[in-house]
C-alpha cells in the first residue's frame, strides 16, 4: 500500500495563498494518477485536480480552475497544489490520492493521505 503524506494547509484570510504537499512512497506508471480532494463539514468528498506521473493535469472543480495549480516533482514523489485567490468557501480537509484511474471520482482512489487542513477566513 502506497502511503501519502500530505502538508501545507493553514489558515489564511481571502485572497491568500497555499501550498500544499502530497509524498508518497511510491509513485510510478503502475498508479500514475494522483488527485487532491476535499471534503467541507457536512459535503461529500469532491476532487479538485488531477495529475498523471507523465505531467498531464486535469481540474476536478470549476471553482478551482485559474485559481489552483496542480504540479508534480517526480524525483521526489510529491505533488502539489498551489492555491491562490482563496476564498472562504475553499475551507475544507484537503486530502491526496493515487490511483491506476484518472477519474475526479473518490472511489477510483485506493490510498490516500490523513489530510491536511485549510481554513479561509473573511
Known amino acids: 500500500q502506497v502511503q501519502l503524506v500530505e502538508s501545507g494547509g493553514g489558515s489564511v484570510q481571502t485572497g491568500g495563498s497555499l501550498r500544499l504537499s502530497c509524498a508518497a512512497s511510491l509513485y510510478t506508471y503502475s498508479t500514475p494518477y494522483m488527485a487532491w480532494f476535499r471534503q467541507a463539514p457536512g459535503k461529500e468528498r469532491e476532487g479538485v485536480a488531477r495529475?498523471?506521473?507523465?505531467?498531464?493535469?486535469?481540474y476536478c472543480a470549476d471553482s478551482v480552475k485559474g485559481r489552483f495549480t496542480i504540479s508534480r516533482d517526480s524525483a521526489k514523489n510529491t505533488v502539489y497544489l498551489q492555491m491562490n485567490s482563496l476564498k472562504p468557501e475553499d475551507t475544507a480537509m484537503y486530502y491526496c490520492?493515487?490511483?491506476?484511474?484518472?477519474?475526479?471520482?473518490?472511489?477510483?482512489?485506493?490510498?490516500w493521505g490523513q489530510g491536511t487542513q485549510v481554513t479561509v477566513s473573511s
Open positions: 490520492a493515487i490511483s491506476s484511474w484518472g477519474t475526479c471520482l473518490s472511489r477510483d482512489y485506493n490510498s
Open positions: 495529475i498523471h506521473i507523465s505531467g498531464g493535469t486535469a
